[in-house]
């Protein structure tokens, strides 16, 4: 069965600091990737998406992802966060044989000054 | 644009009764797929509705039904709701079924907030 796990449940980083949220996938094959940012009370937005090719993909809000096949990964990353940053992270994957979303549990982002 | 607009936004019920929540999607989509998202965890697909048929299901029981509708919105509909129904509904359009058949993303809205006393 199709699983998404995000290691961390919460991480503080300093303003201006680099980011790295984590992302690991169980699926045979290489699935479409999908990272999301969800504020309070609120539903998702699309932060970034892999479907084939370069293996880092560029964002909305400066974010980045790898695409790590070997390590079944694909990580959020930002050179420096600013404070607006602080929300929810939540990766996703579907298979590319079907539809269905799959969800980790998300990673929530405190950032201090 | 209209993005996706779910209402309401929030809803408080009891155990025991029914509940019917709406989701009109992104303009120029034509796909909705409903999600739970209890408190602390990740969105859990409850099932997707496309040319106004339940396309995918996912591990719920038969008390979640949905519908949609010819203009391309949708009801979410939960029966005899459990205390353990309490969470955030998030409702997700696309074009087209999003996913293996359709590299256009999912669209969220802002969700309702369900609470079982």
Redesign the interface.
Known sequence: AQSVTQPDIHITVSEGASLELRCNYSYGATPYLFWYVQSPGQGLQLLLKYFSGDTLVQGIKGFEAEFKRSQSSFNLRKPSVHWSDAAVYVCAVVTNTGNQFYFGTGTSLTVIP | DAG?TQSPTHLIKTRGQQVTLRCSPKSGHDTV?W?QQAL??????IF?YYEEEE??R?NFPDRFSGHQFPNYSSELNVNALLLGDSA?Y?C?SSLR?????S?Q???????T?LSIL
């Open positions: 996706v797929s999600y602390g965890q990740g969105p859990q697909f997707q396309r995918q996912g955030l998030l997700a079924p999003a996913g293996a058949y590299n993303p999912q669209h969220f809205g802002d969700g907030r």
